[in-house]
């Protein structure tokens, strides 16, 4: 309407103010597959809809860097780093509005791979084989994981890591050993110097002293060396050709 000064009103008229059609926007992001591998395997999906045109262009931006733009109602970007990007999807072509719309999102990926392995035991006596190596823990990278155990670079054992049981080699001799945990994509983390020990080879040297005689009894004297120390011996008469038996270890025998 419209009024003059006289107080006359004219016949009302109407006026439209369209309102443009708002843009709307699936994102979805697909993680990394692997946190080794050179050649990045990202991926972001996009699917637009509404807006005042058939056509978007579609702009990921990454840092400081557009990674790749189309004009499409659907868009798929690959070979993409772990990172956030933004995702703009702008209308175009005849009837645009300008109208935008905007999200962030974020492109995961596997936490780097590693493991800790410790020695448990070592070995108990010159020659044997009482080592033990425990995987005690793998984090990141993708399960399930492979435990290849190498002695002097050469493989001789593999077994898969379980969280929830222990996870040892067992019957190891005295030597430099290294764990390389494996994952389910090929990446590998290397644990070194895990070195088993073993003690020098037990000796016993044995002197005469003196044969027996009518005023004294025949002598002799032992000297032993290596192993671990604190040793304890055992004598016996030897009548040959019959064989000594050696008591058990925690006989009361040895002294």
Same mark, same amino acid.
């Given at each position: 309407?419209?009024?003059?000064?006289?107080?006359?009103?004219?016949? &009302?008229?109407?006026?439209?103010?369209?309102? @443009?059609?708002?843009?709307?926007?699936?994102?979805?992001?697909?993680?990394?597959?692997?946190?080794?591998?050179?050649?990045? #395997?990202?991926?972001?999906?996009?699917?637009?809809?509404?807006?005042?045109?058939?056509?978007?262009?579609?702009?990921?931006?990454?840092?400081?860097?557009?990674?790749?733009?189309?004009?499409?109602?659907?868009?798929?970007?690959?070979?993409?780093?772990?990172?956030?990007?933004?995702?703009?999807?702008?209308?175009?072509?005849?009837?645009?509005?300008?109208? =935008?719309?905007?999200?962030?999102?974020?492109?995961?990926? @596997? #936490?780097?791979?590693?493991?800790?392995?410790?020695?448990?035991?070592?070995?108990?006596?010159?020659?044997?084989?009482?080592?033990?190596?425990?995987?005690?823990?793998?984090?990141?990278?993708?399960?399930?994981?492979?435990?290849?155990?190498?002695?002097?670079?050469?493989?001789?054992?593999?077994?898969?890591?379980?969280?929830?049981?222990?996870?040892?080699?067992?019957?190891?001799?005295?030597?430099?050993?290294?764990?390389?945990?494996?994952?389910?994509?090929?990446?590998?983390?290397?644990?070194?110097?895990?070195?088993?020990?073993? &003690?020098?080879?037990?000796?016993?040297?044995?002197?005469?002293? =003196?044969?027996?005689?009518?005023?004294?009894?025949?002598?002799?004297?032992?000297?032993?060396?290596?192993?671990?120390?604190?040793?304890?011996?055992?004598?016996?008469?030897?009548?040959? @050709?019959?064989?000594?038996?050696? &008591?058990? &270890?925690?006989?009361?025998?040895?002294?």
């Amino acid at each position: 309407w419209v009024r003059d000064s006289v107080g006359c009103v004219s016949e &009302p008229q109407t006026v439209h103010i369209a309102e @443009p059609d708002a843009i709307t926007m699936i994102v979805d992001a697909d993680s990394v597959t692997s946190s080794c591998l050179e050649d990045p #395997s990202g991926m972001i999906s996009v699917v637009v809809n509404g807006g005042n045109t058939d056509t978007f262009m579609i702009e990921v931006i990454g840092i400081d860097t557009i990674v790749g733009y189309t004009d499409s109602l659907f868009s798929t970007l690959d070979t993409l780093s772990a990172g956030t990007y933004t995702v703009i999807a702008t209308e175009v072509d005849f009837g645009n509005r300008g109208c =935008q719309n905007v999200q962030e999102v974020v492109v995961g990926a @596997p #936490s780097e791979l590693e493991g800790v392995a410790i020695v448990l035991d070592s070995v108990h006596c010159n020659g044997s084989n009482e080592g033990v190596i425990e995987v005690t823990s793998v984090l990141g990278g993708v399960a399930p994981y492979d435990l290849v155990l190498f002695e002097s670079s050469v493989a001789i054992d593999t077994i898969t890591y379980d969280a929830d049981t222990t996870n040892m080699f067992t019957m190891l001799e005295a030597g430099s050993y290294s764990v390389k945990v494996v994952d389910d994509e090929g990446c590998e983390f290397d644990i070194n110097n895990l070195d088993i020990s073993e &003690p020098s080879a037990l000796d016993l040297h044995a002197t005469w002293i =003196q044969d027996i005689t009518c005023e004294a009894p025949g002598m002799f004297s032992v000297q032993a060396t290596g192993g671990v120390g604190n040793y304890k011996y055992f004598a016996a008469l030897s009548e040959l @050709p019959e064989h000594i038996l050696i &008591p058990d &270890p925690e006989s009361a025998e040895w002294h």
